[in-house]
């Protein structure tokens, strides 16, 4: 059974500070997303790994992938309010079927 | 505009009654799937379906049902809603061999 594990939580921090999410998964995966969600909405998709050692970037936002350590993280550089919500990792065994979801983690940018 | 259309957007139930949340697409996409979020639970995948007439159960199945007599509906069944099925519920959809899941916008259920 696949497992999804995101740390932290919960993130609180300052506003021009840099942060890491980390994604952990149990079992070989196609391919990994990141989502973003705010309160009473949907999930927006940031973005979408397929490949070990990918990296990608939007704005202060880079996501990478290691498959051989099945991590994948988020990385936040100089926060800004805008940045809070929760974000989701989300991993795909089948090939686009279906998705098992971390936890979520809620982050928060403070002035 | 394309994409996936949830209905209704809200609903309260009494225990023991039932009701269809609806999933329809327009992009003629083969793969659909139903999840709930619950709060510190991330998104969990109740049921999916790889093209019409074929649908499979997820992590948390008990207390749906779905069909799939069409590529563009996916509906969800609660045959005797419970209060531990007060959730909000997004369906999702992707091309076979597409790169990116479409959402719809939710339907946030309430059972009392």
């Known amino acids: 059974e696949l497992k999804v594990e995101q740390n932290p939580l919960f993130l609180s921090m300052q506003e021009g500070k840099n942060y890491t999410i980390y994604c952990n998964y149990s079992t070989t995966s196609d391919r990994l997303y990141w989502y973003r969600q705010d309160p009473g909405k949907s999930l927006e998709s940031l973005f979408v790994?397929?490949?070990?050692?990918a990296v990608k970037q939007e704005g202060r936002l880079m996501a990478s992938l290691d498959t051989k350590a099945r991590l994948s993280t988020l990385h936040i550089t100089a926060a800004v309010h805008d940045l809070s919500a929760t974000y989701f990792c989300a991993v795909d065994m089948t090939s686009g079927s279906r998705l098992t979801f971390g936890e979520g983690t809620q982050l928060t940018v403070n002035p | 505009n394309a994409g996936v259309t949830q209905t209704p957007k809200f609903q309260v139930l009494k225990t023991g009654q039932s009701m269809t949340l609806q999933c329809a697409q327009d992009?003629?996409?083969?793969?659909m799937s139903w999840y709930r979020q619950d709060p510190g639970m991330g998104l969990r995948l109740i049921h999916y379906s790889v093209g019409a007439g074929i649908t499979d159960q997820g992590e948390v199945p008990n207390g749906y049902n779905v069909s799939r007599s069409t590529t563009e509906d996916f509906p969800l069944r609660l045959l005797s809603a419970a209060p531990s099925q007060t959730s909000v519920y997004f369906c999702?959809?992707?091309?076979?061999?597409?790169?990116?899941?479409?959402f719809g916008s939710g339907t946030r259920l309430t059972v009392v």
């Open positions: 999702a959809s992707i091309q076979t061999g597409g790169a990116g899941y479409t």
């Open positions: 992009m003629n996409h083969e793969y």
């Open positions: 790994l397929l490949s070990n050692g």
